[in-house]
T-cell receptor, first 114, second 118 residues
């Protein structure tokens, strides 16, 4: 049973470019969240998707946007990249039901902005 | 606003010994959940243990236990019988749980790097 899978694992972009990161949730999970983890820091919540809609959002600018597809997979898009966007981007999934406490994380996509 | 503080940037422990990783939190919410995750160098966050704010007993999961002291707002992780494979970053996190189970935002601390020596 595959867990959360993310792609690509590593990528390098230059300032001003746009990037798309992809996430497939664990089988049986329908809710996807995205987190940004800067070097030496804990992850920070970006947003969460359920039923193809953004349901919660953290303190991130509109340059960060997302999408969820009917098969529950998700994309994170970042426009007009800044050097400060360099980070590990983690995707997490969970089933949306009462008592579903635990987020299952993927291994992340490491973005370097030059 | 919720806040998690992990005051130990790094900890060392001898193999087979027990170690305690500190976590204090700040919240005005009455209902919340506390989590510990392990992050090896591969990057994946691995769930270890969960404690609800209304749980009267400390949570345990195998070699992991959570020392929950609500009045002191602390949620320390205790790892018994440390193994070399326990070497990793450990993150404490919390989540407000007043929303009928629909809140998926975790607030993380900065983490503690645990090194297990042979």
């Amino acid at each position: 049973d595959a867990g959360v899978t993310q792609s690509p694992t590593h990528l390098i972009k230059t300032r001003g470019q746009q990037v798309t990161l992809r996430c497939s949730p664990k089988s049986g999970h329908d809710t996807v969240s995205w987190y940004q983890q800067a070097l030496g820091q804990g992850p920070q919540f970006i947003f969460q998707y359920y039923e193809e809609e953004e349901r919660q959002r953290g303190n991130f600018p509109d340059r960060f946007s997302g999408h969820q597809f009917p098969n529950y997979s998700s994309e994170l898009n970042v426009n007009a990249l800044l050097l400060g966007d360099s980070a590990l981007y983690l995707c997490a999934s969970t089933p949306r039901r009462a008592g579903a406490n635990v987020l299952t994380f993927g291994a992340g996509s490491r973005l370097t902005v030059l | 606003a919720q806040k998690i503080t992990q005051t130990q940037p790094g900890m060392f422990v001898q193999e087979k010994e027990a170690v305690t990783l500190d976590c204090t939190y700040d919240t005005s919410d009455q209902s919340y959940g506390l989590f510990w995750y392990k992050q090896p160098s591969s990057g994946e966050m691995i769930f270890l243990i969960y404690q609800g704010s209304y749980d009267e007993q400390n949570a345990t999961e195998g070699r992991y236990s959570l020392n929950f002291q609500k009045a002191r707002k602390s949620a320390n992780l205790v790892i018994s019988a440390s193994q070399l494979g326990d070497s990793a970053m450990y993150f404490c996190a919390m989540r407000e749980e007043n929303s009928g189970g629909s809140n998926y935002k975790l607030t993380f601390g900065k983490g503690t790097l645990l090194t297990v020596n042979p």
